[in-house]
């Protein structure tokens, strides 16, 4: 699927948008959340085929929670990351976004005040970690 990435140099946010090849020649990329047109193209991670048996087996290795500091942010964001790659599946710009801005140092409180719709049903999403 021709889905771009880009990350806005006004709000700093990962977008993705999808041109046909044929407009992405003349398409104007602009930003979802703030109406920029200052975006700079990322590059798209690549996906490989893994059965479930080989993800599954790669998630119940250990050493997936070297390193992790569940009191330190960035270090959360990493692993929630390196989890999404092993799952081998998009999880979603909102997933991206909350990745994102705890890999910037940002607290899963202040994130969860400023996105309330991860809170339904009352739970925290920090409740998990």
């Not at 990350?7 to 990329?29: G, H, I, M, S």
């Not at 059965?51 to 997936?64: H, I, K, N, V």
């Not at 990493?78 to 979603?92: A, H, N, Y």
Request: net charge negative; proline share 4%; charged share 35%.
């Amino acid at each position: 699927m021709p889905y771009y990435d880009y990350r806005c140099q006004n709000c700093r946010r990962k977008v993705r948008l999808f041109f046909t090849y044929k407009e992405y020649d003349t398409a104007e990329p602009t930003c979802a959340h703030c109406g920029s047109q200052d975006l700079k193209r990322l590059i798209s991670r690549v996906a490989l085929a893994k059965s479930e048996e080989t993800r599954l087996d790669a998630m119940a290795d250990d050493s997936l929670l070297s390193g992790l500091d569940e009191e330190d942010p960035r270090s959360l964001g990493r692993f929630m990351r390196k989890m999404s790659r092993e799952m081998g599946e998009d999880l979603g710009e909102e997933f991206n976004e909350v990745v994102d801005r705890l890999e910037t140092g940002e607290s899963p409180e202040s994130i969860e005040e400023s996105m309330p719709e991860l809170a339904q049903g009352g739970e925290s999403f920090n409740d998990d970690f």
